[in-house]
Nanobody
Framework: QVRLVESGGGLVQAGGSLRLSCAAS????????MNWYRQAPGKQRELVAG???????NYVDSVKGRFAISRDNAKNTVYLQMSSLKPEDTAVYYC?????????WGQGTQVTVSS
């Protein structure tokens, strides 16, 4: 069974930083691309960042230079380090993995950036 558990969200002032964590089932973690998505109120869910098993990364343009995704294979955990946060980064952040064409999501963690 695939299980994703996020943590690390919260309230932060603009310009501040947060680190999100996502603990994943070991069997799927090492073999698949891990992603972070976010969904703001009234908006569609969007892909924020992804990391491959070989540590190749990609980011949506709006977070490039501010966010960094990384993975710790020993802990089966993927991280999203968020810096220089802006109010428009406010959203529920979800960890995601696709395994054999099936999508799996964590429960989401709220990030709120105040101006």
């Amino acid at each position: 069974q695939v299980r994703l558990v996020e943590s690390g969200g919260g309230l932060v002032q603009a310009g501040g930083s947060l680190r999100l964590s996502c603990a994943a089932s070991g069997r799927i973690f090492r073999a698949n691309v891990m992603n972070w998505y976010r969904q703001a109120p009234g908006k569609q869910r969007e892909l924020v960042a992804g990391i491959t098993p070989s540590d190749r990364t990609n980011y949506v343009d709006s977070v490039k230079g501010r966010f960094a995704i990384s993975r710790d294979n020993a802990k089966n955990t993927v991280y999203l380090q968020m810096s220089s946060l802006k109010p428009e980064d406010t959203a529920v952040y979800y960890c995601h993995v696709q395994v054999f064409s099936e999508d799996y999501w964590g429960q989401g963690t709220q990030v709120t950036v105040s101006s």
